[in-house]
C-alpha cells in the first residue's frame, strides 16, 4: 500500500487531501505537533476508511522530524509522497521592521530547512522505487515580497529554491517535485469545493508531470 506523509496535517486542508489519497488507496502518516489531534484525526478518518496514523513533531527540531519519519515508514511502508505543508507561526508574518535575526533564522528552520531533512528521510526509499512525489504548500510569499509579512518573505523563497532544484535534479529519476501556491488564506478564496478543491490539484500535481511551480490562482495584489 503506498503511503503519503503530510507534514502540517490539520483537520483543513491536510484532512481533505489525506482523504483524497486514502480513496485510492494510500495509507497516510499525519504529522504536526501535537499528539492528541494527530490521534483524534486519525480517528475521523479511519472511520471514513482511510488507513492513517498520527506521528508528533515539530518541523524546527530535526531529530523529531527525521524519527517520526522513520517511525511511519516501519510501521506503514516506505513514504513515496511527502506533502510539506506546516502552517506558519503568526510570528513569521510580522513587519520588516520587527524582523529579528533570531526570527528570520526561525522561520527558516521552519520552512528551508525542516524541508530538507524531510526530504532527505524520505528520499532514499524514492530513489530505490525509482518512483515518488514530493509537493510544497505555499503562500503567495513564496513568489512575491511583502513588507508586512517579513518572515515567510524571507524563508518560503528559500524553501522554493530548494524544491526547484529538487525538481530539476530529480525528475529523470521518477520523482516529482511540485510547489502549489495559495495567495491568501482558503477560506478568503470561496473556492466552490473548498478544501476538497485543493485537495484535487494536489492529487494531480502527484500524479502527472508538470513545472515546478503552480499557482491555484493568481496573485494579486494584497494578497499573502
Known sequence: ???IAIIGAGPGLGAAVARTFGRVGFSVALISRDQSKLDALAAELEADGVSARGY??????PAALEAALARAAVE???????QYSPLPSREYL??????????????LQFSALGLIHA?????PAMREKGEGSVILINGG?????????????VAFPAES??????HEALEDEGIRVRQLVIPGGIPKLQLPGGVDDIASRIWELHSTPGPFRTMLIPLEDGRE
Open 1 to 3: 500500500m503506498p503511503v
Open 56 to 61: 508528533a513533531a515539530d518541523v524546527r527540531e
Open 76 to 82: 506503514l511502508g516506505p513514504i513515496l509522497t511527502l
Open 94 to 107: 510580522k513587519p520588516v521592521l520587527d524582523l529579528t535575526p533570531e526570527l528570520a533564522l526561525e522561520a
Open 119 to 123: 526530504v532527505r528521510a524520505v528520499l
Open 141 to 153: 510569499t513564496s513568489v512575491k515580497a511583502r513588507a508586512g509579512f517579513a518572515g515567510t518573505s
Open 161 to 166: 529554491a530548494y524544491g526547484e532544484m529538487l
